[in-house]
């Protein structure tokens, strides 16, 4: 089993706590302890040079990332892991994060494409060098309201008609991430299965 490293994007901050663009750091949360209940166990890594809050679980050689650059500057925290770890096999690097032109609790698996109008993407690609082949796992946040709601939109948090989708779509995502994981599918396999589903 490869050591994987799963990077869930958003901004720091209690007032982003919650809200639909930190659904990556929501994502990451919900699968360290559903991985705990399985009686594994993380160790926090404090490395300086990169921003991000890193989780560890040597059983499983998994990597837990938290960047802590704030969404549109993700990047600088991936090139510093990538350099850091010597990552040279991007594909076992996962990216989670919300995709408003999805609607809510959509899931979606990529390996590779641009950004979408996703800002912490688009930080990412530029970071490593115009480099677009890396797993993602998009969360459909939509709606898109389009224009000048947008903004207010992606930060504000679900409304409690949406949560129940929301919980059951981040359930639905920790079985395809654990499979990602573990190496029980590949990724075209986990694909076919997870794509499309909400």
């Given at each position: 089993m490869k050591t994987k490293f799963i990077i869930g994007l958003g901004?720091?901050?209690?007032?982003?706590?919650?809200?639909?663009?930190?659904?990556g750091?929501?994502?990451?949360?919900?699968?360290?302890?559903?991985?705990e209940q399985k009686n594994?166990?993380?160790?926090e890594k404090k490395i300086k040079k990169i921003q991000a809050k890193i989780f560890f679980c040597s059983d499983l050689k998994l990597y837990l990332i938290y960047p802590q650059t704030y969404m549109n500057n993700s990047g600088l925290a991936v090139r510093t892991?990538?350099?850091?770890?010597?990552?040279?096999?991007?594909?076992?690097?996962?990216?989670?994060?919300?995709?408003?032109?999805?609607?809510l609790g959509r899931l979606?698996?990529?390996?590779?494409?641009?950004?979408g109008g996703q800002h912490g993407i688009e930080s990412i690609i530029?970071?490593?060098?115009?480099?677009?082949?890396?797993?993602?796992?998009?969360?459909?946040i939509g709606p898109d309201p389009g224009g000048e709601k947008r903004a207010n939109?992606?930060?504000s948090s679900f409304k409690n008609d949406e949560l129940s989708i929301a919980e059951k779509s981040i359930k639905i995502a920790l079985e395809s991430i654990e499979l990602f994981i573990t190496e029980k599918c590949d990724l075209s396999q986990i694909m076919n299965k997870f794509n499309g589903l909400a």
């Open positions: 901004n720091i901050g209690n007032q982003y706590e919650k809200t639909r663009h930190n659904i750091f929501e994502i990451l949360n919900n699968l360290k302890a559903y991985l594994f166990s993380f160790e892991l990538i350099s850091w770890y010597k990552i040279t096999d991007l594909k076992n690097l996962l990216i989670v994060y919300d995709d408003i032109s999805l609607v979606k698996w990529v390996l590779e494409g641009g950004a530029e970071n490593l060098g115009g480099k677009k082949f890396f797993p993602r796992l998009k969360f459909g939109y992606v930060l």
